[in-house]
């Protein structure tokens, strides 16, 4: 998952912002709109962090969602073909 994919799936995904960095306003998240400079501001402003460990922090939330999204796939290809499979044996 990338910055891009983060924008355009902005609104089921600031939960997990919320979750993770409580400090971060609804009105914050709204201003984000899931661009990596403005989340990387707002982390600055809100937990006094530099640029770089902010910057970092995004990334590696980022990371985490991308892992979060693949390990849903997983899950939802392993209940398809179990679901395949018992249709299978009736």
Same mark, same amino acid.
């Given at each position: ?5 983060? $924008? @355009?799936?902005? !609104?089921?995904? !600031?939960? +997990?912002?919320? %979750? ?13 709109? @899931? ?6 501001? !707002?982390? %600055?402003?809100?937990?006094?962090? =530099? !640029?770089? /460990? =902010?910057?970092? $922090?995004?990334?590696?939330?980022? =990371?985490?969602?991308?892992? +979060?999204? /693949?390990? /849903?796939?997983?899950? +939802? ?14």
């Amino acid at each position: 998952m990338n910055w891009d994919q983060i $924008a @355009g799936k902005w !609104k089921q995904v !600031k939960g +997990s912002v919320k %979750q993770q960095w409580g400090k971060v306003t609804d009105d914050d998240l709204d201003f984000i709109a @899931g661009t990596r400079d403005k989340f990387v501001g !707002k982390l %600055q402003e809100r937990y006094g962090l =530099a !640029k770089e /460990d =902010a910057e970092r $922090a995004a990334d590696k939330w980022l =990371a985490a969602q991308a892992d +979060s999204k /693949d390990a /849903d796939t997983e899950r +939802s290809q392993g209940k398809r073909a179990r679901d395949v499979g018992s249709k299978r044996g009736r």
